[in-house]
């Protein structure tokens, strides 16, 4: 008789649902499969039990051993003497091969009570009182695998159980994971950008507030020429405000045709202009409802590396935005040839903002979107004015008339139809870069260039004196004078100096005016 677990007492059954018991030794192979009939289907019918047997399952005899118990579950085998260990309530009974069993009790619901062991194990069916289980090897009573073998088997089901349940899991979690992200796979997608915001000052913001107002204009002179250029609303009843030489192809007796930014076309004429300050006034024929004038900034404030946003129509593209800043103030800018009074002056605001062919005459706005200036004048590659005949595009050298200056002047057109110029009486020397503007030896076409009782010579200025400074601003030529003079308006009082004879001198000047482009 084996030793092995003796005094150790049988191990209780957990507690889970009811395991079949393994098959004895001698189940015949037929009975058997790698999970014995009897322990798959104990309640199978069919199935009779031998004779003297409390419920058993007998059969012939075996005369090959069971395979030996793997190590990892070993017997469990009390010595003699031993006190029968009842099963636990609900629990069924482990069969250990040479442990006690309970005798005289009545079958527990089809499931046979092991027999009690003899000192010298029967060999005969039915031997030993209480129904044989099969012949044991002649060499004695030898652990069974059965039961190893059934919980083998039941941790390996158990893992497999695990594994579904697990791969459930995992899918249900990814099915979850997709339909968070709304694409019906287990892939998970980039995530959705947040929804964006614009700043209220931001440039989309302002642009988009000031498109509406911004028109293109197209001009066709009488004869089939014209351009393009841009406007914007200058107040409810319906005027615009824009360049002279976007409309002067179109002033006598030509077309004009306004473009808002929602495709919507208007007639429009001209109210007036002013060739000298590069300045028109348009007015829509009939003009729509809920007209929205640009807000007007006060030039006189704007500081070098302000933030600029300008619109306009460069090469007819209309609704274009750029951006730039303030690069410079009081630049003086000719936008003609610089060699007749007829050229357009002005000290004007300097700017990198993308400025091109189309753009004169649109808005150049702050960065709360108000107009502080016209665009009006470019640098061309080439050198020379930003107007006339150079049509290369921006090199970042854009100038816009200063928006308090164009305010003044466009009064006046919707006031009276003709400018008023600011003047000092006395004609100077066009010729750009020096020392100063030099008042000319005659005022041409026989004239004088002092004009006499005007400004000039009321304050004592003489033909060759060499004026270098207006107020504080100074001067270095005569387009650069007379783009400050157009600064001011009629009866202002400039301090004007000057060198004559190689001495400085400083006069007062009343600025007087002049109406009209006529002279």
Same mark, same amino acid.
């Given at each position: 008789m084996s030793t092995e677990n003796e005094g150790t007492a049988v191990p209780s059954a957990p507690s889970v649902p009811p395991v079949p018991v393994a098959a004895p030794e001698g189940t015949p192979a037929s009975a058997q499969g790698e999970f014995p009939q009897d322990q798959r289907y104990p309640d199978q019918p069919g199935r009779s039990s031998e004779p003297g047997g409390a419920g058993g399952f007998g059969g012939p005899a075996q005369a090959s051993p069971p395979p030996?118990?793997?190590? =990892?579950?070993?017997?469990?085998?009390?010595?003699?003497?031993?006190?029968?260990?009842?099963?636990?309530?609900?629990?069924?009974?482990? !069969?250990?091969?040479?442990?006690?069993?309970?005798?005289? $009790? %009545?079958?527990?619901?089809?499931?046979?009570?092991?027999?009690?062991?003899?000192?010298?194990?029967?060999?005969?069916?039915?031997?030993?009182?209480?129904?044989?289980? +099969?012949?044991?090897? %002649? =060499?004695?009573?030898?652990?069974?695998? @059965?039961?190893?073998?059934?919980?083998?088997?039941?941790?390996?089901?158990?893992?497999?159980?695990? +594994?579904?349940?697990?791969?459930?899991?995992? !899918?249900?979690?990814?099915?979850?994971?997709?339909?968070?992200?709304?694409?019906?796979?287990?892939? &998970?997608?980039?995530?959705?950008?947040?929804?964006?915001?614009?700043?209220?000052?931001?440039?989309?913001?302002?642009?988009g507030d000031a498109l509406p107002s911004v028109v293109t204009i197209t001009a066709q002179a009488q004869g089939g020429d014209g351009g393009t250029g841009t406007g914007f609303i200058y107040d409810k009843q319906g005027h615009i405000l824009t360049n002279n030489h976007v409309v002067a192809s179109a002033a006598d007796g030509g077309d004009l045709t306004v473009a808002f930014s929602n495709g919507k076309e208007y007639a429009a004429e001209v109210v007036g202009r002013a060739e000298g300050y590069d300045v028109a006034v348009m007015k829509l024929k009939d003009p729509p409802s809920g007209l929205k004038p640009l807000a007007l900034g006060n030039?006189?404030?704007? %500081?070098?590396?302000?933030?600029?946003?300008?619109?306009?129509?460069?090469?007819?593209?209309?609704?274009? &935005? /750029? /951006?730039?800043?303030?690069?410079?103030?009081?630049?003086?800018? %000719?936008?003609?040839?610089?060699?007749?009074?007829?050229?357009? !002056?002005? $000290?004007?605001?300097? /700017?990198?903002?993308?400025?091109?062919?189309?753009?004169?005459?649109?808005?150049?706005?702050?960065?709360?979107?108000?107009?502080?200036?016209?665009?009006?004048?470019?640098?061309?590659?080439?050198?020379? +004015?930003?107007?006339? =005949?150079?049509?290369?595009?921006?090199?970042?050298?854009?100038?816009?008339?200063?928006?308090?200056?164009? @305010?003044?002047?466009?009064?006046?057109?919707? @006031?009276?139809?003709?400018?008023? !110029?600011?003047?000092?009486?006395?004609? &100077?020397?066009? =010729?750009e870069g020096g020392d100063g503007a030099t008042i000319s030896p005659d005022g041409g076409a026989g004239g004088t260039a002092v004009t006499p009782d005007g400004p000039a010579a009321k304050a004592g200025l003489k033909s060759g004196d060499v004026i270098t400074k207006f107020n504080d601003v100074p001067i270095d030529s005569g387009p650069t004078l007379i783009s400050e003079i157009w600064t001011h308006k009629p009866g202002d009082k400039i301090k004007i100096t000057y060198t004559r004879d190689g001495k400085d001198s400083q006069v007062e000047v009343t600025l007087g005016e002049r109406k009209g482009d006529t002279q």
């Open positions: 030996a118990q793997p190590p =990892s579950v070993p017997p469990s085998e009390p010595g003699h003497g031993s006190e029968p260990t009842p099963p636990l309530p609900g629990a069924v009974p482990a !069969y250990h091969p040479g442990s006690t069993g309970s005798t005289g $009790s %009545a079958p527990d619901a089809g499931w046979p009570a092991p027999p009690p062991p003899p000192v010298h194990p029967s060999y005969g069916g039915g031997g030993g009182g209480g129904g044989g289980w +099969g012949e044991p090897p %002649a =060499s004695g009573p030898q652990p069974s695998r @059965k039961r190893p073998g059934g919980l083998i088997a039941g941790i390996l089901a158990a893992a497999l159980v695990a +594994g579904v349940v697990g791969g459930g899991v995992g !899918y249900w979690a990814a099915d979850r994971n997709d339909d968070s992200v709304g694409t019906g796979s287990t892939t &998970v997608s980039a995530a959705d950008a947040p929804a964006l915001k614009r700043e209220a000052g931001s440039t989309a913001a302002v642009a030039s006189d404030q704007v %500081a070098v590396g302000d933030s600029t946003i300008a619109i306009g129509a460069p090469f007819g593209l209309s609704n274009t &935005v /750029t /951006t730039g800043i303030i690069s410079a103030k009081n630049r003086p800018v %000719a936008s003609g040839d610089g060699t007749s009074d007829k050229n357009s !002056y002005m $000290s004007a605001l300097q /700017t990198d903002a993308s400025i091109n062919p189309g753009n004169s005459g649109g808005p150049l706005l702050d960065a709360r979107g108000a107009v502080i200036g016209m665009n009006s004048a470019i640098q061309p590659s080439g050198g020379g +004015g930003g107007g006339g =005949s150079a049509q290369s595009g921006s090199i970042g050298l854009g100038f816009a008339i200063p928006i308090n200056q164009a @305010k003044t002047v466009a009064e006046q057109l919707i @006031k009276t139809g003709e400018p008023v !110029y600011p003047v000092i009486g006395a004609t &100077v020397s066009m =010729s």
